[in-house]
């Protein structure tokens, strides 16, 4: 069976990218404790020599669009071009082509299917900054196969946050049971409080640090029962209007389980909380030696 | 019921260079040549597959034809589209970092929640 070796959930913020290639003189206060933060986060991903990533994310309006829009939909391609013209824009990112791992994205979704998930698939996904960011920051070499997993966080009617918990569990149930020697690492974007396109954006920290502040505990301690208590798909609003990212989060809980995190970092900029976290549910198979036989 | 359509133009108008240049320049000819040309074709379907049936309220076609993303925001339309629409065209306009983007929330900081609903 297949070692799942790390689990992270990070936020995914677009500008990361462009601050961390400017020239100390033009970098913002803030760009080097953000450099830092992100390489020691990286090393946590390293550490665990992953042959294959699944990775879960939103579209932002990039591909999925209101005339068909999934809940959940597994990639299910050889490769994937990845960033879109107006991300490149807005965000300076560059574009990328990220190899698939075919055989992971079948057995994901014939089990998913039969886990009592319908999943949706396609064959032709162009994959966006909510995968590409944290490939740019913990695997910026791109040289890992990937399954992309897309959530809608975006386009009401949304799942209920308990469903995406559910979920994270499944994915964690299929990883576990695939017949396969290599290692995989499963890492998950989404946000904190956020608003975009609305009164309260762009503050001067997220639109509610104090949700923050109880996210990253939430997380943090793999408190999966306290996230559910607290956290319903109408109190998201409060936050700020595009605080259902949080979502993706609580999905990563599912995979994680009720285990306190390995590493947990947090970073207030100006208008929302970087958040970065890893879980090694295999602590043994952490700088053990190498698989044999692994792709990476 | 025609949420759907304002953010398939914002979709639309977002994703292509050339349309967001040329609603920014002409608004109301954009929205005009939008609505009659584009507006019935089925993302992914062959031209001759165009839908017949959607049209912009007064108040959305207004509120596109001016670029006005208060109204939008007060009607529903998904705040996301209409945000990086505006950064598209806008953001060029304003020296300081962030100013446009901070110009916008302050034009909406009447609005209280609940917001409107973004539900198509």
């Excluded at chain 1, 601050?19 to 990286?42: H, M, N």
């Excluded at chain 1, 989060?249 to 890893?278: C, I, N, P, R």
Aim: aromatic fraction near 10%.
């Amino acid at each position: 069976m297949a070692d799942l070796v790390a689990v992270l959930a990070t936020t995914h913020h677009p500008f990361y990218y462009r601050t961390s290639q400017l020239p100390p003189d033009q970098a913002p206060p803030f760009a080097a404790e953000w450099i830092s933060k992100i390489a020691t986060y990286r090393e946590t991903l390293t550490r665990a020599r992953p042959d294959v990533l699944v990775m879960v994310g939103s579209d932002h309006f990039h591909q999925l669009w209101l005339d068909n829009m999934p809940q959940f939909l597994v990639g299910k391609a050889p490769m994937y071009d990845a960033n879109w013209e107006n991300e490149i824009r807005e965000f300076g990112m560059p574009k990328l082509l990220l190899r698939g791992d075919e055989e992971l994205s079948a057995y994901m979704l014939r089990e998913g299917l039969d886990k009592g998930f319908d999943l949706a698939f396609s064959n032709e996904l162009r994959i966006d900054h909510s995968i590409t960011c944290p490939i740019l920051t913990v695997r910026p070499d791109a040289d890992l196969p990937i399954v992309p997993i897309y959530t809608n966080i975006f386009a009401p009617p949304l799942p209920r946050p308990e469903r995406f918990v559910q979920l994270g569990r499944t994915i964690r149930e299929i990883i576990e049971s695939w017949p396969s020697h290599l290692r995989v690492a499963v890492i998950g974007s989404g946000h904190l409080s956020l608003e975009l396109g609305g009164p309260r954006q762009f503050g001067p920290t997220g639109p509610d640090p104090e949700f923050d502040a109880r996210a990253v505990e939430w997380i943090s301690n793999g408190d999966i029962d306290g996230v559910l208590e607290h956290v319903t798909l109408d109190s998201l609003h409060g936050p700020g209007n595009a605080t259902h990212g949080f979502m993706d989060f609580m999905l990563m809980m599912g995979v994680a389980g009720y285990q306190k995190a390995d590493h947990a970092d947090s970073l207030s900029l100006f208008h929302t909380m970087e958040a970065y976290f890893t879980w090694y549910p295999n602590p043994h198979l952490i700088d053990a030696p190498s698989t044999p036989g692994g792709r990476a | 019921m025609s949420k759907y359509l304002v953010n398939k133009f914002l979709y639309t108008v977002d994703r292509d260079h050339e349309l967001t240049e040329r609603y920014r320049e002409d608004p109301a000819g954009t929205v005009a040549w939008w609505e009659e040309e584009m507006a019935g074709r089925i993302l992914n379907c062959i031209a001759s597959e165009t839908t017949t049936w959607l049209s912009f309220t007064d108040a959305e076609r207004t509120a596109l034809a001016t670029h006005d993303h208060v109204a939008l925001f007060e009607l529903g339309a998904h705040p996301f589209l209409t945000l990086t629409l505006w950064i598209a065209m806008f953001e060029r306009d304003f020296t300081e970092p962030l100013g446009m983007q901070l110009d916008y929330a302050e034009k909406l900081a009447h609005v209280r929640m609940p917001y409107p609903d973004i539900t198509t």
